[in-house]
């Protein structure tokens, strides 16, 4: 049996990573164990022009972000649950920080891509489990079918 000290669960704040949040959370109150949630902020890319480098104007300020990181809270009240914001390039930062607490298991999403959109995107997910010291539980949300198949019903339905 895996003996949980420390789980670090970075997010992106997407519903996948909402639902890894949830095992993580539940899994850090069976081994009573601590929770470090992470945020890291990408560096913007910059768009080239003709004469000059432009960066892209920022979707989110620093403290929007901050602010958002620390909303998520844990279900339960005897989880220990801290919160840490990065700026940088996710999979190097995930990889330090992990080390940096000697974290047992790391428990994140995955967006589940395919083909040329994972080509072109990478995935965060997929290089942080070949490159970990420790566990990585990877959870893709499991209603994205489910959620398809029954629009499709209640379309079949009210047509």
Do not use: W
């Amino acid at each position: 049996m895996l003996n949980l000290k420390t789980i670090l669960h970075p997010t992106d704040f997407s519903e996948q990573a909402h639902y890894a949040f949830r095992l993580a959370c539940s899994l850090a109150r069976d081994h009573q164990a601590r929770l470090v949630v992470l945020h890291v902020s990408s560096p913007p890319t910059p768009i080239v022009g003709e004469m000059m480098v432009v960066p892209p104007p920022p979707s989110e300020t620093r403290e929007e972000m901050e602010a958002k990181l620390h909303l998520i809270q844990s279900p339960y009240p005897d989880v220990h649950l801290e919160h840490r914001f990065e700026e940088g390039t996710p999979v190097p930062l995930i990889l330090e920080v992990a080390r940096e607490l000697d974290a047992d298991m790391i428990v994140m999403g995955t967006h589940g891509r395919r083909g040329i959109e994972r080509l072109l995107m990478g995935s965060v997910a997929e290089q942080v489990v070949r490159k970990a010291e420790c566990p990585v539980l990877t959870v893709k949300h499991p209603f994205a079918s489910a959620t398809v198949a029954q629009g499709e019903a209640l379309e079949a339905v009210a047509h």
